[in-house]
C-alpha cells in the first residue's frame, strides 16, 4: 500500500466528501470508475455557486484573518471580473 499522508483534515470541501469517500473506498471493486466519477463530479459542482467553489481552503478550525479575507476576496473578485472559471475546464 500507499504510506500515510498526515496532514490536518480541511473545510471548504465539504461538497466532495461522499465522493471522496467512495473514491478511496477499501475494496477496490466499490469505488466509482473514472467516467462514474467525472459524471458526479460535474454534477456537483453544477450545483454550487461560483462563490462557494471560490471559497478558501483551510484546516479545520482555522479562520482566515482579516487581512487574508480581504486578500483572499479581492483576489476572487479580480478573477470573476475577468472572468475566469472557478474550477478551470479543458
Known amino acids: 500500500g500507499y504510506p500515510a499522508i ?5 473545510q471548504g470541501l465539504e461538497f466532495m466528501r461522499e465522493l471522496i469517500s467512495d473514491m478511496t473506498n477499501k475494496t477496490p471493486e466499490n469505488r466509482p ?3 462514474e466519477v467525472v ?3 460535474t454534477a456537483i459542482v ?7 467553489l471560490r471559497s478558501p481552503l483551510l484546516p479545520v478550525g482555522d479562520k482566515l484573518s482579516l487581512f487574508s479575507w480581504l486578500a483572499h476576496w479581492t483576489k476572487q473578485m479580480v478573477y470573476y ?3 475566469v472559471p472557478p474550477i478551470p475546464t479543458p
Do not use: A, E, Y
Open 81 to 83: 471580473l475577468w472572468r
Open 6 to 10: 498526515n496532514r490536518p483534515p480541511m
Open 39 to 41: 459524471v458526479r463530479f
Open 33 to 35: 470508475s473514472m467516467d
Open 46 to 52: 453544477n450545483g454550487l455557486s461560483p462563490w462557494t
